[in-house]
């Protein structure tokens, strides 16, 4: 079926660490794997998205892998801080030529001071 | 260019009545999808407009729900005999394919309390 299992759903860390959000998929034929960072009451926002021809891009202090083969990718944030805490949703198009996106169901992330 | 725009934000309404809510895409975008999304869940996909064409509906979207793009600019999304498992957050997001290239922008949605 239609499926992104997104891993985990909650996330503490200090200010300063690292932090590891993974996704699985279900659809072999996907071929796009944004991420989108959501902060309460605001509309999710694309932060960093890859495609299925290569297997990591990085912007800064973000960076995404994606695994093909495991069908999973994820997403990392390194030397965290505390305006990164937000919800994560990882997406991908599944099943579709239309390019709608079935999310996984979000991590929250806080990074204490 | 503002991005995408929904309109209203919040809509309170008791259960029976309809509701329509309002999308404008960035200009130019030739894709809109609507999603719903409820509290501490990824957005669900409604339905998907390539220009004025409606290509795809979710078996998630009930013969109450409607949604048009007229002139494949701005859509509507209208709920009839809202009931309160409506109850959520509508997101429409715009993109325009080019290529490989389909990034999906969001509108900052329409909150729905069914009373």
């Known amino acids: 079926g239609e499926n992104v299992e997104q891993h985990p759903s909650t996330l503490s860390v200090q200010e300063g660490d690292s932090a590891v959000i993974k996704c699985t998929y279900s659809?072999?034929?996907?071929?796009?794997f944004p991420w989108y960072k959501q902060e309460l009451g605001k509309r999710p926002q694309l932060i960093i998205d890859?495609?299925?021809?290569?297997g990591e891009k990085k912007d800064q202090r973000i960076a995404v892998t994606l695994n093909k083969t495991a069908k999973h990718f994820s997403l990392h944030i390194t030397e965290t801080q505390p305006e990164d805490s937000a919800v994560y949703f990882c997406?991908?198009?599944?099943?579709?030529?239309?390019?709608?996106?079935?999310f996984g169901q979000g991590t929250t992330l806080q990074v204490k001071p | 260019d503002t991005g995408v725009s929904q309109n209203p934000r919040h809509k309170i309404t008791k259960r029976g009545q309809n509701v329509t809510f309002r999308c404008d895409p960035i200009?130019?975008?030739?894709?809109l999808y609507w999603y719903r999304q409820t509290l501490g869940q990824g957005p669900e996909f409604l339905t998907y407009?390539?220009?004025?064409?409606?290509?795809?509906k979710s078996r998630l979207l009930s013969d109450r729900f409607s949604a048009e793009r007229p002139k494949g600019s701005f859509s509507t999304l209208e709920i009839q005999r809202t009931e309160q498992g409506d109850s959520a957050m509508y997101l429409c997001?715009?993109?325009?394919?080019?290529?490989?290239?389909?990034?999906?922008?969001f509108g900052a949605g329409t909150r729905l309390s069914v009373l």
């Open positions: 997001a715009s993109s325009f394919r080019s290529g490989r290239e389909n990034i999906q922008y």
């Open positions: 659809d072999s034929a996907s071929n796009y």
């Open positions: 890859i495609r299925s021809n290569v």
């Open positions: 997406a991908a198009p599944i099943s579709s030529n239309t390019g709608k996106l079935i």
């Open positions: 200009s130019e975008h030739n894709r």
């Open positions: 407009f390539q220009n004025e064409a409606q290509l795809e």
